[in-house]
Nanobody, 127 residues
């Protein structure tokens, strides 16, 4: 069983930056083969795909392209989300997700592609 724990959320002014972290435990040395992703959700809305990475292949959601960067450190079992030029519409709970499989690009935006989820971390952007 893989356990994901997010951190790094908080309150930031519009135009500012935050870096989210997600640490995985229970995946062992196979972490490097996991597809790791970030989603976000605001109250009353469906969960929105943000970014995913697998074996060096990266996909971003349209609303964050050019502002957010996903990266990972396989030695630490961690994935990161660097968020720059944050706007009020980026306010959400951000979730880390993972799959033990190499998720193909067309499936990375689907929640159903990921079997493990973190508890989420709140990001609030004040305008």
């Amino acid at each position: 069983q893989v356990r994901l724990v997010e951190s790094g959320g908080g309150l930031v002014q519009a135009g500012g930056s935050l870096r989210l972290s997600c640490t995985a435990s229970g995946s062992g040395t196979s972490f490097r083969s996991y597809t790791m992703a970030w989603f976000r959700q605001t109250p009353g809305k469906e969960r929105e795909f943000v970014a995913a990475e697998t074996w060096g292949s990266i996909t971003y959601g349209d609303s964050v392209k050019g502002r957010f960067t996903i990266s990972r450190d396989n030695a630490k079992g961690a994935v990161y989300l660097q968020m720059n030029n944050l706007q009020s519409e980026d306010t959400a709970v951000y979730y880390c997700a993972s799959s033990p499989n190499r998720v193909i690009q067309s499936a990375r935006r689907r929640e159903s592609s990921y079997g493990f989820w973190g508890q989420g971390t709140q990001v609030t952007v004040s305008s």
